[in-house]
């Protein structure tokens, strides 16, 4: 038999009928924007009456209701409430865009004059609160923050991802009281972690206020984190893998460190640089761990050391102007890192994502 | 031989039942008993917390007796040390009730917007925007809310104040309005903002199509499938989402020390006024001048907090975790 | 009008849980789809998912009171095509469409249209039963009526009422409190029915009712899939050829040749297209060679 087929119709854009607006539609939605807007700027500028107040008193209350009743003689009663949310959520999001651009903002606008080359490389000693910008700087919080940081990844790294081995490659009888006691940990407070540290290591005399308590106190953060996102990439390492393994005749050992591991490793970065993003900026442990100091200490184990968070703290409290200006631009500092250690996990999780 | 047994009428063969496999070589043994050892860190540490935090307040907790909790006064001069910290105890939990009021119906509507009303490329980068924002260290909030939110904020609570002040909630007598419980609240609710938010939105889009159409189908606008389809399902999600925003809030430390006047003398409801208490701020603000005695209350009142927030937490984790069994079944 | 619609459902008959001879003097519907009273029809239909073009010109009219069946192998557009005859197509993302649907003469995508209410005349029923897991029986069988914030009087009457038509009322009477997950499947479906009746809509469309269920709620919901044609307009998507004989007045076979996108082969009288088929390839999915 012969099949004739008509050419296929295959416009570059196939149609949506339902993006089409009707024009009543149309207008109601753009009175529903406008009208409040227009009411809200001509008071603020013919009265007296407060910006926050009319927003409040005045113009919420005229959003909801002119989107109520436009989206009513739009669509009827039922219209009513997807006016209501739609005007919740975009207040919501608002809001949350303001604060949150309003605080990577401040950070960028006031902490970049207080950056250059000098205030990345010099370290804190003859500096006084007054002292122009031009002399000292963050190295040594920099030097400092890298240390605690790489002595609470060292600690927190294996035993996170041990417990998540744990939890789903050996699946040990204990597993769920793991699961447990790692969420238990994980609500437990920064500054907690900081005066366990300080109760169980400076306070019996092992060492003084140093790096390595910094670090135990960071480790007891960063180990949940860590070990919570390798549960989950661990997870993802499929059965049949697994059992291929174990049917060619590996041990357990060589499974989970042959196979398992070397599988899930871009998920296992992931975690580890989540765990660092998570603790990098805790102010509160360091505060009673690590204490403060101005000049570059490297030595893990004796002697306070100064670092990013705790800086901030430090100059913040001092109130002079130099000092503000240094304490936003030690927070610009912190926050690009911040950034760079966020952007990173996206990266190895979009690859993990082309991978798999 | 074994076979004419097992023929014989009602004698079933004994089934033979497979446990997990043991380890066979050295080196299994080792890498079971290391990964064991390791995974039990968490409750090791758990319980070095109350040991040590438990065992060097007890002194104190003992010389204190119940109003520990129940006083209001914090004083090491005159040669008696009496340490109480109710004001702190409550100002934890009036701040945290205030960032709730704010954070909860702005996560829940923003995570309806990300999942239902946004457009797609919108709602992506919402996503990321949320976890840049959960991602911002509370040293930097605090900053922020110390030195440009606290006169915003200010001026929002003296307007509250001048309009509503009859309302007792937001009477002021003190003239002053930075440093008040009110801005504590704002800036904790920017921190449980994205935690709160984060959970709802991963609840949210797991409801099942096939209800949302059933919804839909009926004749159910957006807002009315999303009340009675979405958030029925991701109810449990959301209260377990709040929980852990409450947890966070419990504990926080540096951004409420910078923003809040912390005054021990208990703030019952005067949100506006600057005074209030954090248990987590009063901790840093005296560990630096602190006395041996007053070392040990610290770790007292640390004791406190870390038993409040293991305990929310723990029920958070068990709301979220017994809604998703439920969506299972 | 609920109470002639009770008196039309009490009067049950053997038939309605039987199978159903087609082409039988007593069917009073014309050969041609056309001829009759043309409550819902296609307009040179053309559906996409994103470039791709799925399906292709479908002309098709759906009689008053009437069950139109349409069968063809899986994965050639039937679901989605059924999704487009009550605006549940434009949910999907990417999804695009050209052509009328025309509802009482109206083209229900004219943007003057408002979706919500075509979903409210034009109810559905889905292959998987999802009855709202949070909601007793009862709730669910009103739930619609909130949905669509219809106001009604006597929720008792309504509930009993849809129940019976979707002949589920005597299991359940004396539990309308109980959760709907406490159903089993086939009551499940049964349900859902019954929640689309309690609108009133005017055609319902069914997207494989029965497939995820047992024979035996296969042949309940059959019966009363019969029953409601008397009052109602029903468009049932289906793989099973049995079931389309069983139940439906009209057929229409959609085919995607290879590479192709699916169109409608042949369609017309129930009984024409699976005795007397007029493509051969009718006959050979018809008679089971391939799909």
Redesign the interface.
């Known amino acids: 038999?012969t099949?004739t087929?008509?050419k296929?119709?295959?416009p570059v854009k196939?149609?949506?009928?339902?993006a089409?607006?009707?024009?009543?539609?149309v207008i109601s939605n753009a009175i529903a924007v406008i009208f409040p807007i227009l009411v809200l700027a001509a008071l603020f500028f013919t009265t007296e009456i407060?910006g926050?107040?009319l927003v409040v008193?005045v113009f919420f209350p005229l959003q909801l209701l002119t989107a109520g009743v436009t989206s009513f003689m739009d669509?009827?009663?039922?219209?009513i409430?997807?006016a209501?949310?739609?005007v919740?959520?975009?207040?919501?999001?608002g809001?949350?865009?303001a604060?949150?651009g309003?605080?990577v903002l401040?950070?960028i606008a006031?902490g970049f004059p207080a950056i250059r080359f000098s205030f990345l490389t010099q370290n804190n000693i003859y500096i006084s609160p007054t002292t122009d910008l031009t002399y000292g700087g963050i190295g040594h919080a920099l030097l400092g923050t890298l240390l605690v940081v790489l002595i609470a990844t060292l600690i927190a790294v294996?035993?996170g991802i041990?417990?998540a081995?744990?939890?789903t490659d050996?699946?040990?009888?204990?597993a769920g009281?793991?699961r447990?006691?790692?969420?238990?940990?994980?609500?437990?407070?920064?500054?907690?972690a900081g005066?366990?540290i300080f109760?169980?290591i400076i306070?019996t005399d092992v060492v003084g206020f140093s790096a390595i308590a910094g670090g135990l106190a960071y480790a007891?953060l960063m180990?949940?984190t860590v070990?919570r996102t390798a549960e989950e990439v661990l997870r993802l390492v499929p059965k049949e893998v697994r059992d291929a393994a174990v049917a060619l005749g590996s041990?357990?050992?060589r499974v989970?460190?042959r196979i398992v591991l070397p599988t899930a490793k871009t998920g296992l970065i992931t975690a580890v640089v989540l765990g660092v993003?998570r603790i990098?900026?805790?102010?509160?442990p360091l505060?009673?761990t690590t204490s403060n100091a101005n000049n570059t200490n490297l030595n893990p184990f004796s002697d306070p050391v100064s670092t990013i968070?705790v800086y901030?703290?430090q100059y913040?409290g001092s109130g002079y102007q130099t000092s503000?200006q240094r304490?936003?631009g030690a927070?610009l500092v912190?926050?690009i890192v911040?950034?760079i250690?966020?952007g990173l996990t996206?990266y190895l999780s979009r690859n993990k994502r082309g991978n798999v | 031989m074994s076979s004419s047994t097992l023929e014989v009428p009602g004698n079933t063969p004994t089934p033979r039942y497979f446990g997990?496999?043991k380890?066979?070589?050295k080196?299994?043994k080792?890498?079971?008993g290391?990964?064991?050892v390791?995974?039990?860190?968490?409750?090791f540490?758990?319980t070095?917390?109350l040991i040590?935090?438990g065992s060097?307040s007890w002194p104190v907790l003992v010389e204190q007796g119940i109003s520990f909790v129940t006083g209001s006064e914090w004083s090491t001069t005159d040669g008696v040390e009496v340490f109480q910290i109710w004001p702190m105890l409550y100002g934890t939990l009036l701040n945290a009730i205030i960032g709730l009021v704010i954070a909860v119906?702005?996560?829940v509507?923003?995570a309806?917007?990300i999942v239902f009303?946004?457009p797609r490329n919108l709602s992506k980068v919402?996503t990321?925007?949320?976890?840049?924002?959960a991602?911002?260290?509370?040293?930097?909030?605090?900053?922020?809310g110390?030195?440009?939110?606290t006169d915003t904020a200010a001026?929002?609570g003296q307007?509250l104040n001048q309009?509503l002040g009859w309302i007792p909630l937001f009477a002021n007598d003190q003239n002053q309005f930075a440093r008040s419980p009110f801005i504590a609240g704002w800036v904790l609710a920017?921190m449980i903002?994205p935690i709160i938010t984060v959970v709802s939105r991963e609840v949210l889009a797991q409801t099942p199509q096939e209800l949302l159409d059933a919804a839909r189908g009926l004749g159910g606008?957006?807002?009315?499938s999303?009340?009675m389809v979405a958030l029925p399902h991701a109810r449990g999600g959301i209260v377990g989402g709040v929980m852990l925003g409450l947890?966070r809030a419990?504990?926080?430390?540096?951004a409420i020390y910078?923003v809040l006047n912390l005054i021990f003398d208990v703030n019952i409801y005067k949100i506006l006024n600057p005074e209030g208490g954090a248990i987590?701020s009063m901790?840093?603000a005296k560990?630096g001048e602190a006395t041996p005695n007053e070392?040990n209350a610290?770790?007292g009142a640390?004791l406190i907090?870390?038993i409040m927030?293991?305990f929310?937490?723990?029920a958070?984790?068990y709301i979220v975790k017994r809604s998703q069994r439920e969506k299972l079944i | 009008m609920d109470a002639t619609r009770i008196a039309s459902t009490t009067n049950v008959d053997i038939e309605a849980t039987g199978v159903r001879v087609p082409n039988t003097p007593q069917d009073a519907h014309p050969r041609n789809p056309e001829d009759a009273n043309v409550h819902l029809e296609t307009k040179d239909v053309?559906i996409?998912f994103?470039?791709r073009?799925i399906i292709?010109?479908v002309n098709l009219s759906f009689p008053e009171n009437s069950v139109t069946a349409l069968i063809g192998p899986s994965g050639c557009g039937k679901s989605t095509f059924i999704r487009t005859l009550n605006?549940m197509h434009?949910f999907i993302p990417g999804?695009?469409?050209?052509g009328q649907i025309l509802y009482d003469g109206k083209d229900i995508?004219d943007?003057?249209v408002?979706?919500?209410d075509i979903r409210v005349q034009i109810g559905m029923v889905f292959q998987k039963p999802n009855p709202f897991p949070s909601m007793s029986i009862k709730e669910n069988v009103l739930s619609g009526l909130h949905l669509?914030?219809i106001k009604y009087e006597n929720p008792d009457e309504i509930v009993r009422n849809c129940l019976e038509r979707a002949s589920l009322w005597t299991e359940v009477k004396d539990r309308l409190n109980a959760s709907a997950s406490s159903l089993s499947g086939g009551q499940q479906q049964r349900l859902c029915i019954a929640r689309a009746l309690a609108v009133n809509p005017k055609v319902l469309l069914m997207d494989e009712p029965c497939s995820a269920l047992d024979p035996g709620s296969t042949r309940r919901i059959e019966g009363t899939i019969k029953e409601l044609s008397q009052e109602m307009t029903i468009v049932i998507v289906t793989h099973n050829m049995a079931q389309a004989q069983r139940v439906s007045d009209y057929t229409a076979f959609f085919l995607a040749?290879e590479g192709?996108?699916a169109?409608v082969v042949e369609s017309g009288r129930t009984d024409e297209i699976f005795m007397r088929p007029k493509d051969?390839?009718t006959n050979d999915y018809v008679n089971g060679l391939f799909g």
């Not at chain 1, 050996?170 to 204990?174: L, Q, T, Y």
């Not at chain 2, 990321?128 to 924002?133: K, P």
């Not at chain 2, 110390?146 to 939110?149: G, N, R």
């Not at chain 2, 606008?221 to 009315?224: A, E, F, I, N, P």
């Open positions: 038999m099949i087929l008509e296929p119709i295959n196939p149609p949506k009928p339902w089409k607006r009707n024009k009543s539609t407060p926050p107040v008193v669509k009827g009663k039922r219209g409430g997807d209501v949310l739609s919740g959520c975009v207040t919501a999001f809001l949350v865009v604060l949150l309003s605080v401040s950070v006031r294996p035993l041990a417990s081995i744990y939890i050996i699946k040990g009888r204990a009281f793991v447990f006691m790692v969420q238990a940990m994980s609500g437990v407070p920064s500054i907690v005066l366990f109760a169980a306070l007891i180990l949940p070990a041990s357990r050992a989970t460190m993003a990098i900026g805790e102010t509160a505060l009673l968070p901030i703290f913040l503000i304490a936003w927070a912190l926050l911040v950034a250690l966020f996206r | 997990r496999e380890s066979r070589t080196s299994d080792l890498f079971s290391s990964i064991i390791a995974a039990l860190s968490s409750l540490v758990l070095a917390i040590y935090l060097n119906p702005v996560s509507f923003l309806l917007f009303l946004a919402l990321v925007v949320i976890d840049i924002l991602a911002i260290p509370s040293g930097i909030i605090g900053l922020w110390f030195l440009v939110f001026g929002w307007l309009y920017i903002i606008s957006l807002s009315g999303i009340r947890g419990l504990g926080e430390t540096i910078f987590a901790i840093v560990f070392i610290l770790l640390g907090l870390f927030t293991l929310v937490n723990l958070a984790n | 053309h996409w994103g470039q073009l292709e010109k605006r434009e999804a695009a469409l050209a995508y943007a003057h408002d979706p919500v669509a914030q040749e192709a996108p169109q051969p390839r």
